[in-house]
């Protein structure tokens, strides 16, 4: 099955190898031998249609990616996710420490403590949200 100059066995071994999966391991979590795997990323065979949508999940694309070849690394995705959600830790962090400092030298105004507290609440709030979701 080609899509977009590449075959779908091509995409299932880039996506495999850019988790640091082996055959076996991907195997194992689609319950399929390792030479199934094999089978399928050198395009004599392909994953039966009702199991796409697991191997999308494990290779971190949506089942329309991976069947149009178009997708983003998932570790690229992964990455990003990762800095936003340090980015938003590092806010509450810092607001927190803005307005321990800011108090304990007796130069904070009661609005601008509030205004501190709102970010810092704020970004807090943001990273539970985003907790679970695979987002960007």
Not at 8 to 34: C, F, N, P, Y
Not at 64 to 78: C, D, F, I, W, Y
Not at 97 to 108: D, E, F, M, N
């Given at each position: 099955?080609?899509?977009?100059?590449?075959?779908?066995?091509?995409?299932?071994?880039?996506?495999?190898?850019?988790?640091?999966?082996?055959?076996?391991?991907?195997?194992?979590?689609?319950?399929?031998?390792?030479?199934?795997?094999?089978?399928?990323?050198?395009?004599?065979?392909?994953?039966?249609?009702?199991?796409?949508?697991?191997?999308?999940?494990?290779?971190g694309v949506s089942v329309e990616e991976l069947m149009q070849g178009e997708t983003r690394?998932?570790?690229?995705?992964?990455?990003?996710?990762?800095?936003?959600?340090?980015?938003?830790?590092?806010?509450?962090?810092?607001?927190?420490?803005?307005?321990?400092?800011?108090?304990?030298?007796?130069?904070?105004?009661?609005?601008?403590?509030?205004?501190?507290?709102?970010?810092?609440?704020?970004?807090?709030?943001?990273?539970?949200?985003?907790?679970?979701?695979?987002?960007?």
């Amino acid at each position: 099955m080609k899509q977009s100059g590449k075959t779908m066995g091509m995409i299932i071994a880039r996506l495999r190898k850019a988790q640091g999966m082996t055959h076996a391991e991907l195997a194992e979590k689609m319950q399929v031998t390792d030479k199934a795997v094999s089978k399928w990323e050198r395009d004599l065979s392909c994953p039966d249609i009702q199991s796409l949508p697991r191997l999308a999940e494990i290779l971190g694309v949506s089942v329309e990616e991976l069947m149009q070849g178009e997708t983003r690394p998932a570790s690229l995705v992964k990455r990003i996710n990762e800095i936003v959600d340090l980015v938003l830790k590092a806010l509450v962090v810092a607001m927190g420490i803005a307005l321990i400092v800011c108090s304990v030298l007796k130069t904070l105004k009661p609005t601008s403590g509030f205004q501190l507290a709102d970010l810092g609440l704020a970004s807090a709030g943001i990273l539970f949200l985003r907790q679970g979701k695979e987002t960007i």
